[in-house]
């Protein structure tokens, strides 16, 4: 019974997303209040622990929630100034006129770029796709699938910043949990673009020479951001590895060289993602500057005193940071008066402020559920009965329930989690710490199969219905999304089979 209940705020997210006409920020505060209600009757919680909770939570969704508008901050910029009109320009002069290599540095290699440095592949590929000759549907599930192979690094690595302060573990060693997925599911996500771009045949005909390029490229791409000790940075190396190479085929469009007009062409249409890149790789390719940043000015705020693990703020080393920072030297560079800079202030608003409660609701039901059933006593909070815990009475349930095939579910645990929160990082955030618990109990390795979450939770871009409808708006196709998510379903059902295969052969292998 407890097991159920302890469940129940995710099943009424799902609930409301299904068969109601809600939004995604109103299904997760719903599923927030269900879980509030949850742990103060049946799991014994206080109103203090809650509340607690809540605000840990909060604070917690910063490099989810915050993300969102500086990244659409920027955006707006870009879209404003005319730079993102440009980029599209540059694109579609310097890629490959073959058809297969065009699709796939465009999708998933400039894809995996724009989602790396803070960009919304969503609402900047659809349209571009549609002007490359592709239909609305195929455009729309094109731009939520492509980056899905590298989901996990988005955003200079927020997933898996989140994924390793969940469970403990070093940026490092958290990306070698990740790196035996890389390779396989980047080459499953290159067919899957391959036969929705242009169909079953065609797919089959290029599976061996794109899909194991793209699938080796990602996996170097990976293993040299480890060896360099900037994992955040995967996303970006691996984009720009498959553009470079894709890009040098034959048959690739002429590209005028030497142009004045054409540098500064370039430096209007890139320059927030340049600056950007130049501060995020400052801030970690350097050894001691990133353990100054992200160890020493950590800046733990301790919502339960020194009993419970802090939440680690790392101002000068966020993401979101140094977008907002990138943003506002790029209005100087851009020249924006008043009226520009109220108008795209306005823009961000109206766009970022229900992703970001949508993520901060969803952090907030995660952190409550791991913290239901602790008290207050002399010696800080503690959990003294543990069946009075949500996370643990889930995870004693799933063991009794799945035993020796949850290896095999973790991906599709993740797929779940993807689909009704709507980000890799908000369903890594809620599931985490359940899987690590789960897989300890069965004598699993915790951090793999807690990998294997986090990336079946990426998968699900492709069918969330926000990620899609975001898609629609781009092109003023709002229903269409409806559409590409039935379309969908099967595929990503189908590449999740797949990496609960690498889920389960990894299933007790604990890296040093």
């Known amino acids: 019974m407890r097991g159920l209940l302890s469940i129940s705020p995710v099943l009424v997210v799902l609930g409301v997303m299904l068969f109601s006409n809600l939004s995604t920020s109103m299904a997760a505060l719903l599923g927030l209040l269900s879980a509030v209600a949850v742990s103060l009757t049946f799991f014994e919680t206080s109103l203090e622990v809650a509340l607690r909770s809540c605000v840990a939570g909060f604070v917690a969704a910063f490099p989810v929630s915050l993300i969102v508008p500086a990244s659409l901050f920027q955006l707006s910029i870009m879209e404003r100034s005319g730079a993102m009109n440009k980029a599209v320009g540059l694109m579609k002069e310097s890629l490959s006129d073959r058809p297969a290599s065009r699709i796939i540095a465009l999708v998933i290699g400039i894809g995996t770029i724009l989602a790396s440095v803070g960009a919304v592949p969503v609402t900047v590929l659809t349209p571009i796709l549609v002007a490359f000759g592709y239909g609305s549907r195929t455009s729309i599930a094109l731009s939520a699938l492509g980056y899905d192979s590298l989901c996990t690094y988005s955003i200079l690595g927020v997933p898996l910043v989140v994924f390793c302060d969940m469970v403990g573990l070093d940026l490092i060693d958290g990306a070698k949990y990740f790196l035996p997925y890389v390779p396989v599911v980047s080459c499953l996500i290159t067919f899957a673009v391959l036969l929705t771009a242009h169909g079953k045949k065609f797919a089959l005909k290029y599976l061996h020479l794109f899909s194991l390029t793209v699938g080796l490229l990602s996996y170097l791409g990976a293993v040299i951001a480890i060896y360099i000790r900037a994992p955040v940075l995967t996303g970006l190396i691996v984009g720009t590895l498959i553009v470079l190479v894709l890009s040098f085929s034959k048959r690739s469009k002429p590209v005028e060289a030497g142009s004045l007009k054409r540098l500064n062409d370039f430096l209007h249409a890139f320059f927030p993602w340049i600056v950007l890149i130049f501060f995020i790789s400052f801030f970690n390719l350097f050894e001691p500057i990133r353990e100054l940043v992200y160890e020493k000015l950590s800046f733990p705020v301790y919502f339960f005193g020194t009993s419970l693990k802090p939440v680690h703020m790392r101002l000068l080393w966020q993401a979101y940071t140094w977008i907002f920072v990138s943003s506002f030297i790029s209005v100087c560079f851009y020249k924006f008066g008043r009226k520009e800079l109220l108008i795209t202030f306005r823009k961000t608003f109206k766009r ?13 039901t995660a952190y409550l559920m791991l913290h239901s059933g602790f008290v207050k006593t002399t010696d800080g909070f503690q959990l003294l009965n543990e069946e009075m815990n949500m996370i643990n009475a889930l995870t004693s349930y799933s063991a009794r329930l799945f035993k020796n095939v949850f290896p095999l579910l ?48 990426g998968l699900a871009s492709a069918i969330s219905p926000s990620k899609l409808q975001n898609a629609a708006a781009s092109i003023d196709q709002i229903g269409e999304e409806k559409r590409v998510i039935k379309t969908m379903i099967p595929l990503v059902l189908t590449l999740t089979i797949f990496t609960s295969i690498v889920s389960y052969l990894f299933r007790r292998t604990v890296l040093p």
């Open 410 to 457: 973790t991906p599709f645990i993740g797929v779940f989690g993807g689909f009704i929160t709507g980000t890799q990082t908000s369903a890594t955030a809620m599931f985490t710490v359940y899987t690590v618990q789960t897989s300890r109990t069965l004598n699993l390795s915790p951090f793999m199969m807690a990998a294997a979450v986090s990336f079946g939770s």
């Open 352 to 364: 970022s402020w229900q992703p970001f409660w949508s993520a901060s609701f969803f952090f907030m």
